[in-house]
């Protein structure tokens, strides 16, 4: 049925390189629309159908994220999450944490049992723990990419994000990351910092994949809310001169952009950007 409060979209990371798990990545973006659309129907708040559907990505392994996430320089896979919600601009992040399998429950544990937005590295570690997170005892056996099998050319970007709204109209968004494939030690991308990869409140939810650096240089997620609220442009006016922004400084990439109406839009200066939304008539549609 076509519904017209609820509204949903996920990334699987924008990238310049077509790669041969693609036609099974949007197999996986459409039943995880699918599990999202039912949610939202069933009356699901947006902050949950967002945590759901990352932790579903997370744990498919075939993107840059949970399952899917590649080593860095040094050997160790370090994790950045996030989570928003647009009713009341409650955040929860964690950044380079490592021995964690689903990265966007310890952040949605952030957001409800902290007073912080963001816990890092062995803090957020700790705190994982304590809240009895599932832990990955073998990074070796459970992750996927097991070294820098692809030439530095072929660096793609396979973040995934969801963006959502519901019933009550409230919005929500939650990006997860691995980062860029043999990044440095410590390094951390826009993905877990609210305004750069990560953005949701009574306006907008965004969620953002690309070359995180310029990401945060642009600032490019809060610079989209900012954009139709001081400038009164549309969503997609808005999402499309934040990206445009961000490429004339270099960077590539894209988001994922929902509105308090309509549909949400998917501005990018990758290549492509695999995507998936609910269409006008209420059906799930993916694409690259
Ligand atoms: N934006 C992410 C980062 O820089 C990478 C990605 O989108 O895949 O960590």
Redesign the pocket.
Same mark, same amino acid.
């Given at each position: 049925m076509a519904n017209t409060s609820i509204a949903l979209a996920v990334h699987g990371? $924008?990238?310049n390189y077509v790669y041969k798990e693609q036609a099974e990545q949007l197999q996986n973006l459409e039943q995880v629309m699918a599990k999202g659309k039912a949610m939202l129907i069933e009356g699901a708040c947006a902050l949950d159908v967002v945590e759901e559907l990352a932790v579903l990505l997370e744990n498919s392994g075939l993107?840059? $994220?949970g399952k899917g996430t590649g080593p860095n320089s040094a050997g160790e896979y370090e994790l /950045?999450a996030s989570i928003m919600d647009g009713a009341n601009r409650n955040i929860g992040a964690v950044a380079a944490m490592k021995g964690y399998k689903n990265p966007i429950r310890v952040a949605r544990k952030v957001l409800e049992n902290t007073p912080h937005v963001m816990l890092a590295g062995r803090g957020a570690e700790n705190f994982a723990s304590a809240q009895n997170c599932t832990q990955i005892t073998n990074p070796l056996d459970y992750y996927i990419v097991q070294g820098i099998t692809r030439l530095p050319e072929d660096l /793609?970007?396979?973040?995934i994000g969801v963006v959502a709204r519901d019933h009550q109209d409230n919005m929500a968004a939650a990006?997860s990351?691995?980062?860029?494939l043999g990044?440095m030690q410590g390094?951390?991308? /826009?993905?877990p910092l609210p305004g750069a990869?990560v953005w949701a409140d009574q306006r907008v939810a965004v969620s953002?994949?690309?070359?995180?650096?310029y990401?945060i240089k642009a600032a490019i997620a809060a610079d989209i809310s900012a954009r139709m609220r001081y400038g009164n442009f549309s969503l997609e006016s808005a999402a499309q001169g934040a990206i445009d922004d961000m490429g004339v400084q270099g960077g590539y990439?894209g988001v994922i952009a929902l509105g308090k109406f309509g549909l949400p839009v998917f501005p990018h200066n990758s290549q492509g950007m695999r995507r998936g939304w609910i269409d006008e008539h209420g059906h799930v549609q993916v694409k690259v």
């Open positions: 990371g $924008a990238g993107y840059v $994220a /950045d /793609d970007t396979g973040t990006t990351t691995g980062g860029l990044k390094r951390v991308g /826009d993905s990869g953002c994949t690309g070359q995180g650096e990401f990439g």
